[in-house]
């Protein structure tokens, strides 16, 4: 019989007697490596019973096999006994707890993993990746992005033993991007604040060329003002 620490355990004991006589004090031992009882009770001529016990095992109680014996006694004599085989199951129960921190332009999101079972728990660990956000993200310790259908995961190979823990921190940080766009702002305002407020181009045309020099030329200036102040003289 397999016995899941998750579920109580009932026992059921089913005591005939099969004679006349009258028993006004019985015993009943109910024992194994995890499971000691005594019980007394009384049982009159022909009559029938059961008796019910209802054991709980801690929740983080390692998987074994175990033999569970109810032995009757009348007095010091042992009337009657029986034996059943057990195992106790091994299971794991992975919980998973968020927190979220959050600051200037930066979040921080706190996982934590829990195994609630008996077996060390050896299921990757997920957390779904929003792959807008990715490119600002990045996770203590370093996941890998796994895709599961059309759904990206952070995903950590990390085991973890019964009722141990497992924290990991996804970081969402804009603040280097806030930094580049006030740069860029800054860069702009201070072109635009030193550079020059007047351009000359000069325009050379209606070159006239004689014994192998210029004889004669056309020279243009152009100047403008790109400031927004007026300029005299």
């Known amino acids: 019989?397999?016995?899941?620490?998750?579920?109580?355990?009932?026992?059921?004991?089913?005591?005939?007697?099969?004679?006349?006589?009258?028993?006004?004090?019985?015993?009943?031992?109910?024992?194994?490596?995890?499971?000691?009882?005594?019980?007394?009770?009384?049982?009159?001529?022909k009559e029938e019973k059961t008796i019910e016990i209802v054991k709980e095992f801690p929740l983080e109680l390692e998987p074994q096999s175990d033999k569970l014996t109810v032995t009757l006694l009348r007095g010091n004599r042992t009337v009657a006994w029986v034996s059943q085989s057990f195992e106790v199951i091994g299971y794991t129960n992975l919980k998973m707890d968020t927190e979220y921190k959050r600051k200037l332009l930066k979040t921080e999101k706190h996982v934590k993993f829990t195994n609630e079972g008996n077996l060390e728990s050896e299921v990757p660990l997920k957390v779904k990746a929003d792959m807008l956000k990715s490119m600002f993200t990045v996770t203590k310790p370093k996941s890998a992005i796994k895709k599961e259908g059309d759904i990206k995961y952070y995903v950590w190979d990390q085991s973890i033993q019964p009722y141990d823990t497992y924290e990991v921190v996804i970081i969402e940080n804009y603040r280097p991007l806030f930094l580049l766009f006030i740069t860029a702002i800054v860069a702009v305002v201070l072109y635009y604040s030193y550079r020059a407020q007047m351009v000359f181009k000069k325009i050379s045309k209606n070159l006239i060329k004689a014994h192998g020099g210029i004889s004669s030329m056309h020279i243009s200036l152009s100047l403008k003002n790109r400031g927004s102040l007026n300029i005299e003289n």
């Open 1 to 45: 019989k397999k016995i899941d620490p998750k579920d109580k355990i009932k026992i059921s004991i089913k005591l005939a007697n099969q004679n006349l006589l009258d028993y006004p004090e019985i015993k009943l031992i109910v024992s194994s490596t995890l499971i000691n009882d005594e019980i007394k009770d009384k049982l009159g001529p």
